[in-house]
C-alpha cells in the first residue's frame, strides 16, 4: 500500500516530511515516481494534477484534496467510480482567510483606496467616517471559512449576514437561505465576501442581475474560486459605478493572464491565491489519521458529500 503524493510545484517534499513525521511507516510515492500502480491506495493531490491520470491505479481507495477545496478534483472526469474524496478543515487554513476577509473589510470600510489615490495625488482631504455597525456585511457561504470570517467582522462591530444552503443559526449573524434569502441579503449588503465552495450551483452566482441587487457602491471579497464571478458583469459593474472595488484572491484561469482588465483597474485588488495557503505539517494530522482509517476499515472523516459537490 503506498501514497502517491501530487503536490503544487515544490511543495512535494515538505508534505512528504509532514506526513512521515506522523508516521514514518508509510511509503509515499511522489509523482510522477509512482512505481508499480497496483500499489497505490491513497492519492493526495491539488488542482495542477490530471485526473484522467487516477484511472492508472486499480486500488486506489481514498483521493485527499490538499485544500479545502474540491472542485479541482470533482470536475470531469472526476474520481474513479466508487473512490471518496476528503477536503481538509484546518485551524490555520480558518485563521488565515478570516485575516484575509478582515484586511480587505477594513480596506474598504476605512475608504484605503480612496486615500491611496488622494495619496498620490498629494491631497489633504477627510472622508467621511462611517460608523462600523452602520456596515453591513454579507457572507456568501457560512462554512468553516464564512463562518469564522464572519465572526470576526461581528467581534468588530459590523452589522453581519450570511447565506448558506440550509437554514443555519450564528450568534449574532443574520442567516439567510434558498435564492429567495440571497436576494434579501444581497439588498442590504455594503460588502459582499464570498466563501462558497464551487459546484454547479454556485457556479456564476456573482452575476450582473445579483451585482445589480447590492446598494449602490457596495464592495466585493472573493476569496472562494474565480468561478464565482462572471468576471465581465464585475467590470461593467465596476466601470459604471455601481460596485465601488473589489478584492480578488481567485480567478479563472490562474494564473490570472497578464492581459486581463482585472491587472490594472483601479479599483481591482489581486492576490495569487494566497488568501490562505495549506501548511502541510498543520493538515498532516489528519490526512495520516485518514490513511489509518482507511487501512484499518474505520470511518474517514472530512468525506465531501457528492450530492452537493462539497
Ligand atoms: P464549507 O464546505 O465548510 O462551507 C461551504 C458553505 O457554503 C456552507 O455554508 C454551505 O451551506 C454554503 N453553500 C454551499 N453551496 C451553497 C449553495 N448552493 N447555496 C448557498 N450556500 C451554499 O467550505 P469552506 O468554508 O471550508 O471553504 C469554502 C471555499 O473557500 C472552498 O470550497 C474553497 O473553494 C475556498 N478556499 C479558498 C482559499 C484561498 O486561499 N483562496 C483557501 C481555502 C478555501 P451549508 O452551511 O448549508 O452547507
Ligand atoms: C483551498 C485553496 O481550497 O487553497 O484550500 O484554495
Known amino acids: 500500500m503506498a501514497i502517491l503524493l501530487s503536490t503544487k510545484d515544490g511543495t512535494m517534499p515538505t508534505w512528504r516530511d509532514a506526513l512521515l ?7 509515499i510515492r511522489m509523482f510522477p515516481a509512482s512505481g508499480p500502480a497496483e500499489d497505490i491506495d491513497v492519492a493526495i493531490c491539488w488542482s495542477s494534477y490530471d ?20 472542485d479541482h478534483l470533482l470536475r470531469p472526469p472526476g474520481p474513479p ?24 473589510v477594513l480596506r474598504f470600510h476605512r475608504q484605503d483606496l480612496q486615500y491611496r489615490a488622494q495619496q498620490a495625488a498629494r491631497i489633504w ?3 467621511p467616517a462611517p460608523e462600523t455597525a452602520t456596515r453591513r456585511i454579507g457572507f456568501l457561504g457560512l462554512g468553516e471559512l464564512g463562518a469564522h470570517a464572519a465572526g470576526l467582522c461581528r467581534v468588530l462591530g459590523f452589522t453581519v449576514m450570511g447565506w448558506s444552503r440550509q437554514p443555519r443559526r450564528l450568534d449574532g449573524v443574520q442567516c439567510f ?29 456573482i452575476n450582473a442581475r445579483t451585482l445589480a441587487l447590492l446598494p449602490r457602491g457596495a464592495a466585493l471579497i472573493n476569496g472562494a474560486r474565480g468561478g464565482h464571478v462572471v468576471a465581465q458583469d464585475l467590470l461593467a459593474a465596476l466601470d ?25 483597474h483601479p479599483r481591482v485588488l489581486v492576490w495569487p491565491h494566497a488568501a490562505s495557503i495549506t501548511i502541510p505539517r498543520s493538515v498532516a494530522p489528519q490526512v495520516v489519521e485518514n490513511i489509518h482509517r482507511l487501512r484499518a476499515g474505520q470511518p474517514l472523516i472530512n468525506l465531501v458529500d457528492f450530492s452537493t459537490g462539497y
Open 21 to 27: 513525521a506522523l508516521d514514518g511507516g508509510l511509503d
Open 51 to 70: 485526473m484522467a491520470e487516477l484511472r492508472r491505479y486499480p486500488n486506489l481507495k481514498l483521493l485527499v484534496s490538499m485544500g479545502a477545496g474540491v
Open 81 to 104: 467510480p466508487g473512490v471518496p474524496v476528503a477536503r481538509l478543515k484546518d485551524v490555520l487554513l480558518t485563521s488565515a482567510m478570516g485575516e484575509w476577509v478582515l484586511l480587505n
Open 125 to 127: 482631504r477627510e472622508l
Open 177 to 205: 437561505a434558498g435564492t429567495d434569502g440571497l436576494d434579501a441579503m444581497l439588498r442590504q449588503t455594503d460588502i459582499l465576501v464570498c466563501l462558497l465552495p464551487l459546484t454547479p450551483d454556485t457556479r456564476g452566482v
Open 240 to 264: 459604471s459605478g455601481h460596485v465601488s472595488a473589489a478584492a480578488l484572491d481567485v480567478f479563472e484561469p490562474e494564473p490570472l493572464p497578464a492581459d486581463h482588465a482585472f491587472w490594472a
